[in-house]
């Protein structure tokens, strides 16, 4: 059944002709007749090891089959307690975190998840390891060291006020894995290796054909969800099986004909097709830095401030809206989610003005030349953007944007390739020098693993090359986000570099991107976790 389904997706895919051939509605294929799951992203994972699951096809996986040591509530968005029978405790200065941890807990090889175990993932996740070209958490900051004080009580040091920590390790980021798991290299947690990720979270990778499917089966003996959760024991469905479906058509077509259950990233356009009845559409919020446009003020044609305020007062980012998206993709009024914590809202700044865009760039001294592009010195204002391939509808954004800033003289060149292609020229100024992403994650840290030069570094603030840090002060306001101790402060450094990246026009949010499902009526008790990665853990397949 399961090789027989992905060859008729890839059929699809291949032949782009109407679904035919297979069973009609009710969802005998999408449920298949074991009670198992049929959910289909639109790119295949790239890497299991917790810390670099940001990728949403990495983090779909890393969510069901690794526990956390705290759950944080997609609704409330609080924390609550998970492999921790509580909330920890944590002294004045947010240096110190000690928590409990829950009896009886194994991984699905049959060890212990227990605080020798505990430590030894937080001892990886938060000093990295280069040699094994594993990454630092990024949302882990200040990191010292892991201490078992008996077998299910850890505590964790910190060089400097860690307040982000509690949340940190709610997120997928900090998905606990097994010993074994842990002496892994970055290779080694990739593709192909699928099934030898252990975790303990209610299903087990079973099966893997690399690039196009991934087959998830439940542990029958789970028995360690949330509290809060509704439903506790083994997950009531049989497996999941993930099939990489690229291309949009057959996401929808094939959900919408009952042939699969569930399917993530369902284009704007495709929407009102889950209107029909046993049809569903799920836009999940993602609590974090909005999809937008990041001008890297490093490079020559940005380090002039008038230029940046051109770029944004020549982007009209309603007729974006109108034009390319629905009111599941609410236009930004800040850098952050007005359901992120620490939003502040700074739309005042990016105005429609192409008169103003116009008056700014003749004043830093750019003149239209023969074909509409501005020159200066022999230098023509020309900029070259990214497809953000995990983004909806960028190419289209992009495209839009270019016939935007044309009619105020600024050319812009969209880098083309696939997400290799793509992660190796964000790094670099020469390459893109706007570029277009987003990041969830729902604490106030969620910038500082956005802009700061020792994470992602979105603006490169921090040249790859030479090491310089372009704005330091906007660096060190990033930092302070992840380095006070109590909320208030927290707040006030985020608002600080909110104002900052907005008054030095760093940033032109866009619109609050959500993550959009679409899925058959039948699928009961899907939901999110707390930045819209999918969750399958209490969902039942009505018959």
Request: hydrophobic letters at 35%; aromatic letters at 8%.
């Amino acid at each position: 059944m399961k090789k027989r389904r992905l060859a008729w997706i890839g059929a699809i895919a291949a032949t782009a002709i109407a679904l035919t051939g297979c069973s009609g509605g009710g969802g005998s294929e999408g449920d298949g007749e074991d009670g198992t799951l049929t959910y289909l992203e639109p790119q295949t994972w790239i890497t299991l090891y917790p810390p670099a699951g940001g990728f949403y096809p990495n983090g779909g996986v890393i969510n069901q089959i690794t526990d956390r040591l705290l759950y944080q509530n997609p609704e409330t968005l609080e924390l609550e307690p998970w492999i921790a029978e509580e909330l920890p405790e944590v002294n004045e200065d947010a240096t110190e975190y000690t928590f409990t941890l829950r009896e009886g807990v194994t991984y699905s090889d049959g060890t212990p998840l227990d605080a020798e175990n505990v430590v030894k993932n937080f001892d990886l996740f938060g000093k990295g390891d280069p040699d094994r070209a594993l990454p630092v958490s990024e949302a882990i900051n200040n990191y010292d060291r892991g201490e078992v004080i008996d077998e299910r009580t850890v505590k964790f040091t910190f060089n400097d006020s860690s307040p982000g920590f509690a949340q940190a390790v709610s997120t997928i980021n900090s998905g606990l894995v097994s010993n074994d798991t842990l002496d892994r290299t970055s290779e080694e947690f990739g593709p192909g290796n699928a099934a030898e990720i252990i975790g303990s979270g209610p299903f087990v990778v079973a099966d893997e054909e690399i690039g196009s499917e991934l087959n998830l089966t439940t542990r029958e003996d789970y028995d360690w969800a949330p509290p809060t959760r509704e439903h506790q024991g083994a997950a009531q469905i049989d497996g999941v099986d993930f099939i990489v479906a690229g291309e949009a058509s057959v996401r929808v077509g094939t959900v919408t004909s009952g042939q699969a259950d569930i399917a993530r990233t369902i284009p704007a356009p495709d929407e009102g097709q889950f209107d029909a009845d046993g049809l569903e559409l799920v836009a999940a919020a993602t609590n974090g830095v909005n999809n937008g446009l990041n001008l890297r003020f490093g490079h020559p044609l940005l380090q002039d401030i008038k230029v940046r305020q051109a770029i944004i007062a020549g982007v009209d980012r309603q007729e974006i809206i109108d034009t390319l998206f629905t009111d599941s993709y609410p236009l930004a009024t800040g850098v952050l989610a007005k359901t992120a914590l620490g939003y502040t809202d700074t739309s005042s700044a990016y105005a429609y003005d192409p008169d103003r865009a116009n008056e700014l760039l003749d004043d830093a001294g750019w003149e239209t030349g023969s074909d509409g592009i501005r020159e200066k010195d022999g230098e023509r204002l020309v900029l070259t953007f990214n497809e953000a391939l995990p983004q909806p509808r960028s190419k289209e954004v992009v495209t839009l944007i270019q016939e935007q800033l044309a009619e105020v003289g600024i050319g812009v060149e969209i880098f083309p390739g696939d997400q290799v292609a793509q992660d190796e020229a964000q790094r670099s100024l020469d390459t893109i020098q706007v570029f277009h992403s987003m990041v969830g994650r729902a604490d106030f840290d969620v910038l500082k693993s956005q802009y700061f030069s020792g994470n992602r570094n979105a603006l490169v603030n921090l040249n790859p090359d030479t090491d310089e840090i372009f704005d330091q002060e906007l660096d060190d306001q990033l930092a302070e986000i992840a380095s006070v101790p109590t909320t208030e402060e927290r707040e006030a450094a985020s608002a600080a570099a909110q104002q900052r990246l907005t008054d030095q026009a760093y940033v032109l949010p866009l619109f609050e991107e959500p993550q959009v499902f679409g899925l058959r009526s039948e699928v009961q008790g899907f939901m999110t976790e707390s930045i819209g990665r999918p969750s399958f853990y209490e969902v039942t397949l009505a018959q």
